[in-house]
């Protein structure tokens, strides 16, 4: 019997629209491109997520690759307020689940300061239980460690629970230790998947 409910955050109950905002702050289109490449898409913003590294330092390195786009750099990374919005659905979403009677839990890679800065703009919080952010533990998903400490935190049981993400590779490591699994690729389409799963378990 499934007890449990798991959301990531980033493009599962929110959108991360950098590009976006680049846009809306006049940052041209190739450096954008550049940016994309170079920032926001490379393996060191994971790093980010992580908090082992500072994030200063993971800063520093951004535009050490994007030299002529340093200012750009610091435009967009001093205006990340608005880089995240709600999907209108999630906070409906989430209540829905939890006047059903579900725990709902966030399990999410989200770099210290952001999130910091984004979590009182959720409107869904209030029917969240709890939550695991990879900069508090210096893990990020994949990393079944991650998992383990929600598990062990919450006294969360696997084989109760259905876990959403975006990300295939997320899911994959959750289904290994027993999770049911729902890789995000629209909301809509994730709460009909949902509400099927919790129809036959």
């Given at each position: 019997m499934i007890k449990n409910i798991?959301?990531?955050?980033?493009?599962?109950?929110?959108?991360?629209?950098?590009?976006?905002?680049?846009k809306e702050?006049?940052?041209?289109?190739?450096?954008?491109?550049?940016?994309?490449?170079?920032?926001?898409?490379?393996?060191?913003?994971?790093?980010?997520?992580?908090?082992?590294?500072?994030?200063?330092e993971l800063v520093a390195e951004f535009k050490r690759?994007?030299?002529?786009?340093?200012?750009?750099?610091d435009?967009?990374?001093?205006?990340?307020?608005?880089?995240?919005?709600?999907?209108?659905g999630s906070k409906s979403w989430l209540k829905e689940l939890k006047d059903r009677g579900y725990n709902i839990y966030l399990l999410s890679n989200?770099?210290?300061?952001?999130?910091?800065?984004?979590?009182?703009?959720?409107?869904?919080?209030?029917y969240v239980d709890g939550r695991v952010v990879s900069y508090e533990y210096k893990v990020k998903k994949p990393d079944v460690r991650i998992y383990e400490i929600l598990c062990e935190k919450y006294n969360i049981k696997p084989e109760e629970s259905v876990f959403l993400d975006d990300r295939a590779e997320n899911i994959a490591t959750a289904e290994s230790m027993g999770f049911k699994g729902i890789v995000v690729t629209d909301q809509d389409t994730a709460r009909r998947q949902l509400d099927e799963l919790l129809g036959c378990c």
């Open positions: 798991v959301f990531d955050i980033g493009m599962v109950l929110i959108d991360f629209h950098w590009q976006k905002t680049m702050l006049g940052i041209p289109d190739e450096a954008i491109e550049v940016l994309g490449k170079n920032m926001v898409e490379h393996t060191l913003w994971g790093e980010m997520d992580r908090g082992f590294i500072p994030e200063e690759m994007s030299p002529q786009y340093t200012e750009y750099i435009l967009f990374l001093n205006n990340m307020e608005g880089v995240v919005t709600d999907y209108p989200y770099p210290k300061s952001f999130f910091e800065m984004h979590v009182k703009n959720y409107s869904f919080m209030p």
